[in-house]
């Protein structure tokens, strides 16, 4: 008897791991939002595939249209716009602020990973942050606009506006009118500032490149926003 105790011992141990092995295949299955494999929906939370999910959907048109389509996103295409690495096939403008509040202007058609991207941020930071600092929702966002075929300030390497793959947003208006902008209330160490460093803070990772005032002077009157891919999948928040 004592020669098969190690066998028994060894049996014990595959049997653990082949159950543990199903639990976690089931907890996969139940957490889609945990699974790189799994196709991106709007309605699921955010988990440690979003943001990849997001970034695949930058170059995947028809996947990410028809994760709009599933979620019952009102929205109108624009036309392609530039060629080569200036090519632009994602452009979109929401229809209604079911998903994301009120753009102004309405015409900076970021493309569809963006938008996509955008109405998560919205439900789950930008939403739950107005609430808690002002009590009140945010109605509008402004925008400083989406496309430009143009390299980044001062670098040789292609910005992610010249896709739409970016948005510059500038400030939120609440549901009584107040208006909170990064160019006037950013350093102003009050209620304002601390929502505006709290979006900064819980967009990382969302995004692939968050930039702030903190930043650089150039990005001292907006946020910027992007789904760049890049390699390993890593982010820059500033």
Known sequence: MKSFRPYL????????????????????????EHNPTARFEVAHPQGWATHRKLVALASDDTACFAALDRAGAAYEMRPVVGEGICRASQRLVLTSNRFVPTMRPATAAPGCAVTAAMMLWTRDVVQPLAIRHFGQRVVEI??????????????????EHSTANAI???????????????????????????????????????????????????????????????????????
């Open 9 to 32: 011992i060894w049996f014990g141990v595959a049997v653990l791991l082949a159950f543990g092995a199903v639990r976690a295949m089931q907890w996969v299955r139940d957490h889609p």
């Open 168 to 238: 510059d947003v500038s400030a939120f208006i609440l549901s009584d009118g107040t208006r909170i902008s990064l160019i006037n209330d950013w350093d102003d160490a009050d209620i304002r500032s601390e929502f505006l460093r709290a979006v900064r803070d819980e967009s990382c990772g969302l995004f692939s490149t968050v930039l702030s005032p903190d930043y650089n002077r150039a990005h001292a009157d907006h946020f910027h926003l992007d789904m760049a891919e890049r390699m390993a999948g890593w982010t820059v928040c500033r």
């Open 142 to 159: 402004e925008n400083l606009g989406s496309y430009n075929c143009r390299k980044i300030a001062g670098r040789e390497a292609q910005s």
